[in-house]
């Protein structure tokens, strides 16, 4: 599969399968339509039209409507609609984190087409002029991708920690990097995609790193998130990007953006402009 | 000035002001409406409506075509409506190089908004942790932009030359770089824009290219084009960026693209996926 395909396959959704979910007229996400009617339920908190989920909730406060949003949530678990939450927040907005609106929990966040944020890092050992990559193998008991392959560390951005401060702590939980090496990751570039997924639309974020390590680097995953290591020449791992589909689908965005910036996608490809403003695809 | 502005700078034009100019029905470049006028001069070559400028010469080839807008080009100049030719010749494409129609004079390439090739080199040298850049000022005498900054190497990219041959040809001609030097130049990115420009629309795609330099190097203009290098900390250049007119205006693109892959924007910007996607614009 070209990266292009790959890019491609993350950015799969059919607009006339959802609608825009506003508030203040402002689209802050959207919702399958047939999902939709489900809101109906709280008439107070949402109007439902054929067009648009609209929040009508009266209370105007970031406090207030985070809790009306986790009242609908934990309504929606009960009745079998939503199978589980995930604890941790993401923020509603269609901007940057700080423009948000209230809360929404992570698991919800594709529900209501609601744009997510994730850290994702390219770990990277020089050999000469050539460069390996670190590759994680996510471990088996993964609720999404078990035994996929996944970047050496990647996390979701949750509300109430800076980049900096999540990008250590997913460090030391996902690779055991101390936090003087993690603070050495450089902020290279973002990928943003919008994929159709089970639980509903996906337009996501992913802020990438580039943090080059010595050769007797070795990490160790100490939340039990990764089963295995893979230190992987360059080579390999496009090759593996190309012609498998081992790594998780984002994973490949990240992947292709770290080769890009690092000389191995040439230039005179049909594909070069195509796969370089298809990671940077425009969120609805 | 933010970066996001230096961007916007780069993507000015109203499409009302412009036509499409097509061949075979797949539109290949805009026309500006009051020039679109002059091309009735040519029925046999152009059909001109107040909607479009349709190429209908008759014959298929790419040398025919080629010679039949090199006839209409000598006209224009003859008449004044057009100042000078180049003398390098770009491809007519709405995509890559290799799918060109035919060529166009370089200087007239606006004219018809054609999409134009260029590649630009960031040379830099590490100093510890930190970067330095390598700059030029422009020669009094250049027609566009006398007297202005620039990157290490810059140059349009003309038929006939690979982005290899091409690159290796402008490093020798404006830094005197030698060509085992300039092969170790990573191709690492693209920046895209289209702007309106007194001649024309300049829907332009440019190479970029990292060199790291050692602190020894000193570059040298061998073709007049370069009044003077400067090695400046990649803090002063970044300041140029924003505060002063200073650079050519496609530069300063270059330049924020380097930036961003060295970690030198911040991802917590409120700007900073606009930026991104800003440097990739979607060309018309």
Known sequence: MSFLDRIRSCNRWEPSDFVPF??????????????????????????VTADEVTWVYPLEGFEERSRAMQEVLEGLVKSGLIGHLHGEQYPVTCGNRDQAHMLIDRACAPHFGVRAFG?????????????????????????????????????????????????????????????DLADLARPVSAVTYCRDSTRGLKPDVIYCYDLELSSDFEPHCTDGE???????????????????????????????????????????????????????????
């Open 226 to 284: 990764v089963e295995s290591f893979h230190l992987w020449p360059v080579e390999r791992v496009m090759e593996t990007v190309q012609e498998s589909d081992e790594f998780k689908l984002n994973c490949n965005l990240v992947i292709i953006d770290f080769l890009a910036r690092h000389g191995y996608i040439a230039q005179d490809s049909p594909d070069y402009l195509q796969i370089l403003q298809g990671l940077r695809s425009p969120l609805p």
């Open 119 to 179: 850290q994702h890092l390219n770990g990277f050992v020089r050999d000469g002029e050539r460069l390996k990559m670190w590759i994680g193998r996510r471990s088996a008991d993964r609720r999404v991708y078990p035994l996929h392959l996944d970047n050496l560390v990647a996390g979701g951005l949750p509300w109430g920690l800076s980049l900096r401060e999540n990008l250590r702590k997913e460090c030391r939980e996902e690779a055991d990097i101390p936090q």
């Open 22 to 47: 506003r508030l203040n007229g402002e689209c802050v996400g959207h919702v399958r339509r047939s999902f939709a009617g489900h809101l109906e339920r709280w008439p107070d908190i949402f109007g």
